[in-house]
Nanobody
Framework: QVQLVESGGGLVQTGGSLRLACAASGTIVRLNAMGWYRQAPGKQRELVASVTGDGTTNYADSVKGRFTISRDNAKKSMYLQMNSLKPEDTAVYYC????????????????WGQGTQVTVSS
């Protein structure tokens, strides 16, 4: 099995910064696309940013220019640098990874972390 563990959430004032990290462990042959999602109270989970295995990134319009996603394949980790935070960024942030776990099969599965709370005070 594969486990994803997020860290780095917390409480920050408007305009502040946080850096989230997501570490993958377990049976991993190849760590493919990864992404950060968030879910605010009463709202649906939404994609914040994603990064493919070769480093191609994609961002939600609401975070472009403020957030930066990155990954370190050697460490099986992904990061989200969040700058100029706004109260509307308040949410639980989840990491997701598409993982190939078997050498003899191309099958891939999606895994989610347990989430980390980000709260931005006004």
């Amino acid at each position: 099995q594969v486990q994803l563990v997020e860290s780095g959430g917390g409480l920050v004032q408007t305009g502040g910064s946080l850096r989230l990290a997501c570490a993958a462990s377990g049976t991993i042959v190849r760590l493919n696309a990864m992404g950060w999602y968030r879910q605010a109270p009463g709202k649906q989970r939404e994609l914040v940013a994603s990064v493919t295995g070769d480093g191609t990134t994609n961002y939600a319009d609401s975070v472009k220019g403020r957030f930066t996603i990155s990954r370190d394949n050697a460490k099986k980790s992904m990061y989200l640098q969040m700058n100029s935070l706004k109260p509307e960024d308040t949410a639980v942030y989840y990491c997701k990874a598409r993982v190939r776990s078997k050498w003899l099969s191309p099958e891939e599965n999606d895994y989610w972390g347990q989430g980390t709370q980000v709260t931005v005070s006004s």
